[in-house]
């Protein structure tokens, strides 16, 4: 099963980006004086940090919404994401390392949370993408890692996307 790309959903979001970089660029456009002449140093450069890293991202969406690739793909082997930094780097995460799958809500986002046994195979893996900062808090109490998967640019929302990985893993079990 392969999940695509809304491109609604990215477009949305380009937009929304794009809205805050103009913000952004009438601000440092007044900071420097175009409108009435007084400079304020602070308020440029502020703005202009902001609006390069707000460029970045655009571009960043610009660029995926030509990628055609799936986000989340599930097969026979394990599930393969690319919807968080984490999942991507964690590559293909077997289902027989799934300990647990449930639904929770974080910073905003409802997300599927996998939780998945011998963090000593996938830690090695996620290191050499991420840095050390990335990687702390990503196992639980039990040494098990917690990986979330988030629906935000998928055809689907976060209930629609846990039930069908679970519904796919009970179909493959059998």
Same mark, same amino acid.
């Given at each position: 099963?392969?999940?695509?790309? &809304? ?14 970089? /103009? ?16 400079? #304020? ?22 660029? %995926? ?5 799936? /986000?989340?793909?599930?097969? &026979? ?9 984490? #999942? ?11 300990? +647990? ?7 905003? +986002?409802? /997300?599927? @949370? @996998? ?14 993408? /991420? #840095?050390?900062?990335?990687? +702390? ?6 040494? &098990? ?17 846990? %039930? ?11």
């Amino acid at each position: 099963m392969k999940l695509y790309r &809304n491109r609604k959903k990215t477009l949305k979001l380009f937009f929304s980006f794009a809205g805050l970089f /103009l913000v952004l660029l009438l601000a440092f456009l007044y900071s420097i004086g175009l409108f009435d002449s007084v400079i #304020s140093v602070k308020l440029a450069a502020a703005t202009s940090v902001l609006g390069l890293i707000v460029a970045i991202v655009l571009l960043k969406i610009l660029f %995926s919404l030509k990628d055609t690739s799936p /986000l989340i793909e599930l097969n &026979n082997d394990g599930i393969k994401a690319r919807v968080t930094a984490l #999942s991507k780097a964690a590559g293909l995460i077997y289902w027989k390392d799934v300990l +647990d799958m449930v639904i929770e809500k974080r910073h905003g +986002d409802m /997300l599927v @949370v @996998v939780s998945v046994a011998r963090s000593d195979h996938y830690i090695p893996v996620i290191r050499k993408k /991420l #840095s050390a900062f990335m990687i +702390d808090g990503i196992q639980d109490e039990r040494g &098990n890692l917690q990986i979330c998967l988030t629906a935000s640019e998928l055809d689907m929302d976060a209930e629609a996307l846990f %039930s069908s990985m679970t519904s796919f893993r009970k179909a493959i079990e059998r």
